[in-house]
Nanobody, 124 residues
């Protein structure tokens, strides 16, 4: 079992920045691909970014490219999502997730473990 805990969500003005953290316990994070997803009220959960086990390969949704950066520090059992140039449409609950799969990291169904989410609100 893996427990994931997100932190770093906050209220921020448009154009601002936030860094979300996802800390894992129970198993070594290096065994898992990691992803960040978000869900706005009334909308489906959507992919934001993912990173391979080694951290060498990253994937981004079009909405995140150029603004968000996913990273991980395996020895700290933590993954990060650095978000810059935030927009009101980025407002959502952000979830981190872990998967033992090696492919399909942009798909919610491949993930085995999920955190409880952290709220990001971007004001205009």
């Amino acid at each position: 079992q893996v427990q994931l805990v997100e932190s770093g969500g906050d209220l921020v003005q448009a154009g601002g920045s936030l860094t979300l953290s996802c800390t894992a316990s129970g198993r070594t994070l290096s065994s898992f691909g990691m992803g960040w997803f978000r869900q706005a009220p009334g909308k489906e959960r959507e992919f934001v970014a993912a990173v391979s086990r080694s951290g060498l390969t990253t994937y981004y949704a079009d909405s995140a490219k150029g603004r968000f950066t996913i990273s991980r520090i395996n020895v700290e059992n933590t993954a990060y999502l650095q978000m810059n140039s935030l927009k009101p449409e980025d407002t959502a609950v952000y979830y981190c997730a872990a998967t033992t799969k090696l492919v399909g990291l942009s798909t919610t169904t491949v993930y085995d473990y999920w955190g409880q989410g952290t709220q990001v609100t971007v004001s205009s």
